[in-house]
């Protein structure tokens, strides 16, 4: 192992050997006289046209060219007379210092000498920027290379300012998966379980969930003259507490057993978890501030409400559940055109049939979306298993993926994507509207139905004929009512700018019967033939629709 001596004979040892020979030409007595030093086994020669441009810049007289070859190639390192100075009075070498208007950066210009006169050396040149008022940055090799081989009328960086450091701002680091998304992992054939999604973090009494991480000073920055330059200060940060925890100090714990959770604006809270066997006449609708588990079924019409997330282990039916957080369905949704689903998180499924789901994330199906309305404001995944997207309304503020879309039997299919947030909100609401006015005309006809079946088998009261006279006339309305606003909201469908990087990518088919929207004037019908084999649509440079990848057409 060699000793700290030999290391540094090295190192000494590799920078001799990478020098580049440098040239001089210096004045004596009216005599111009030459100096080449030879470079190190790995430096560069000095190139002889470099010598002649200098002498020519220099003003020497009576040189030789051969002679002056010899000297630059040999490079002894002896100084040689080549010349003579003999037209006007010597001046010296000097340099022009100018510096940047942000005081940042300082430059100079090295003028050479004429007539013989005197290079300028490092102390006269160092003497000179201190007088220019430049104290800071100062690039010493450059100032030293400068010197001892130097470029004339070329300007030169030689100084820089120091920039000031901004302050880092304290910040909150969490001890718990904040996103709190599923961890979605596929099997060998690409299928997901959606029942064993990881979504539901625990934590105990006295559990550490978060803690403040203090904020850095930065570091003052400084001119090129020396002139002091602020840096942003540092922010501290408050805790932003909900329910069920505790601060000490820079430190948060969780004061229930529950499931831990960062809220879109930064407040933190520990939700209680209720679990329910069912939701049913025994228990009532639920409206609870947690997060809600239930191990079975949600009877028709009956609904739960929450702050926190719900998990149903089961399939749902005709029921109405509202969450702030994530909703989770190991099974599926059977909404028979009434049901209704909306988070402020993600909605994940195994299927949706006849459902009406509302995301303000994502939406995640795993078998197939069937003659249903969903919009998200992020992507809608309909992948895993047989991924399918089958007539309906999908709506999607950035992008679809799914397996398939629509049917071999020309299922309508319509498809909105790169929907702006706020156009998603009114087209929720519209939809909102349209199926309570559907629920109620369903009810109308109904209840006018039994009372004129009714009337068929015996008579009807005078109180019964005047409320079918109403009914009908309620029909009638609701009906005009429910047409026009449908009306409008397929308007709206087709008249937003969309997002420009939002698309949709089917895996293996698309069939015809597919309306396909990307806002004004950017709608996509699929013709008579499927579109086989992965298929992306996205917004191209013209602003039209494009197709792109691998897409094989057949006859269907």
Known sequence: ??????????????????????????????????????????????????????????????????????????????????????????VDSYADITVSEDQMEAKLILHPPKHGGSLITEYKLREQIANTGISVGIIDPIIQQLIKNPEFLIPIIFAKGVQPMPGKDGEIKIHFRSDNKP?????????????????????????????????EKGEYGKTVTGTILPYSEEKTIEWKLGPNVEANGDKLYAKIAGRPVLSSFGEIKVDEVIQLEAVDYSTGNIDFPGTIIVEEKIGDGFSLTTNGSIIIKNSVGKAFLKAKGDIILSGGFMGRGEGYIESEGNIYAKFVEQGKLTA????????????????????????????????????????????????????????????????????????????????????????????????????????????????????????????????????????????KDSFVEVEREVFPGVDLSFGAGKTFKIPMNSLVGKTVFFIGQDGSIQTERNVIRRDT
């Open 1 to 90: 192992m060699p000793g700290p001596e030999s290391y540094t004979e090295r190192i000494l040892l590799d920078l001799e050997n990478s020098e580049n020979g440098f040239f001089q030409i210096e004045s004596l007595k009216g005599k111009a006289v030459l100096k080449v030093t030879k470079p190190g086994s790995k430096g560069q020669k000095v190139d002889f046209k470099d010598v002649i441009a200098r002498i020519k810049l220099f003003g020497v007289e009576n040189y030789d060219v051969e002679f002056i070859k010899k000297i630059v190639n040999f490079a002894e390192g002896k100084s040689i007379e080549i010349g003579t100075w003999s037209k006007g009075n010597p």
């Open 183 to 215: 961890q979605l992992e596929e099997d060998e054939y690409g299928r997901i379980d959606y029942k064993n999604i990881s979504i539901i973090q625990s934590v105990k009494p006295g559990d550490l969930i978060a803690e403040k991480i203090p904020p």
């Open 360 to 499: 303000h994330g994502s939406i995640f199906v795993e078998e197939a979306v069937m003659h249903s309305e969903i919009s998200a404001k992020d992507f809608i995944r309909v992948i895993g298993g047989r991924g399918e997207v089958i007539g309906g309304i999908t709506i999607a503020g950035n992008s679809l993926t799914c397996a398939k879309l629509g049917a071999v039997v020309e299922t309508k299919t319509k498809l909105a994507v790169g929907t702006p947030p706020e156009l998603l909100d009114e087209l929720n609401r519209m939809k909102k509207d349209i199926t309570e006015k559907e629920i109620t005309l369903h009810k109308v006809q109904l209840t006018l139905t039994k009372l004129v079946e009714k009337g068929q088998k015996k008579e009807l009261t005078l109180e019964e004929k005047e409320t079918i006279t109403k009914l009908k006339d309620a029909n009638e309305k609701f009906s005009v009512l429910l047409e026009t606003q449908i009306k409008q909201f397929d308007t709206a469908l087709g008249s937003y700018e969309p997002n």
